[in-house]
């Protein structure tokens, strides 16, 4: 979607739609499955856990981050990674919502 289509739909929209982008990929899943498996980590645990080179986990880390899905802390020469708890707090209340509106309807 190009930016200047993103203004005509609201903050809430556009807000689970960075987010649903940033895990429309399977490493960027198997990022977070690692990050709540561990609870937290350094970006060199991933990497010696995903079949990934390390520029490419650490763009992907960028992504999430820019999402809000995690935050990272500087520890010494090394940045520890965790799960940002708001961000799957507002995914669940919207995909809540969708589920309970969707058990409610009777179509087709």
Do not use: W
């Given at each position: 979607?190009?930016?200047?289509?993103t203004?005509?739909f609201?903050?809430?929209?556009n807000?689970?739609a960075t987010?649903?982008k940033?895990?429309g990929h399977?490493?960027?899943?198997?990022?977070?499955?690692y990050?709540l498996?561990v609870?937290?980590c350094?970006?060199?645990?991933?990497?010696?856990?995903l079949?990934?080179?390390?520029?490419t986990?650490s763009q992907?880390l960028k992504?999430?981050?820019?999402?809000?899905?995690i935050?990272g802390n500087i520890?010494?020469?090394?940045i520890c990674y965790?799960?940002?708890e708001?961000?799957?707090?507002?995914l669940?209340?919207?995909?809540s919502n969708?589920?309970?509106?969707?058990?409610k309807?009777?179509?087709c």
């Amino acid at each position: 979607m190009g930016a200047t289509k993103t203004e005509h739909f609201t903050d809430k929209q556009n807000q689970i739609a960075t987010i649903a982008k940033a895990l429309g990929h399977p490493a960027r899943v198997a990022i977070i499955d690692y990050l709540l498996k561990v609870n937290a980590c350094i970006c060199s645990d991933i990497v010696t856990e995903l079949p990934l080179a390390q520029p490419t986990i650490s763009q992907h880390l960028k992504e999430l981050k820019s999402a809000g899905l995690i935050k990272g802390n500087i520890e010494g020469n090394a940045i520890c990674y965790c799960i940002d708890e708001k961000t799957f707090d507002i995914l669940k209340h919207y995909f809540s919502n969708i589920i309970s509106t969707t058990t409610k309807q009777k179509c087709c």
